[in-house]
């Protein structure tokens, strides 16, 4: 699945205001190589276990993405 810019900067601005979390910040520990440091101090203890589980495993992350949820999901993040 690849989105353009403008697609992947709606889902960030959506994301971020449904979950408080700031994605900006996250993108940008994620291009610096910090992303576990940003992950452990702002999600929960099994939420940061259960998305580096998805992060690591390439086969896992696209068959999530390719569930009937994430693309409803991915739907309405772009809609706003």
């Known amino acids: 699945m690849n989105l353009s ?3 992947m900067k709606k889902i960030l601005k ?3 205001k ?3 979390v700031d994605v900006n910040k ?3 520990a994620a291009e610096n190589g910090k992303l ?3 992950i452990g101090k702002n999600l ?3 939420a940061s276990q259960k998305l580096k589980s998805v992060l690591s495993d390439k086969n896992t992350a696209e068959k999530l993405l390719s569930t009937p ?3 409803e999901l ?3 993040l772009l809609k706003g």
């Open 36 to 38: 576990d440091d940003f």
């Open 5 to 7: 810019d403008e697609q």
């Open 18 to 20: 449904k979950t408080g």
């Open 14 to 16: 959506n994301a971020s």
């Open 74 to 76: 991915l739907k309405n």
């Open 44 to 46: 929960s203890g099994e």
């Open 69 to 71: 949820e994430a693309k």
């Open 26 to 28: 996250m993108k940008s």
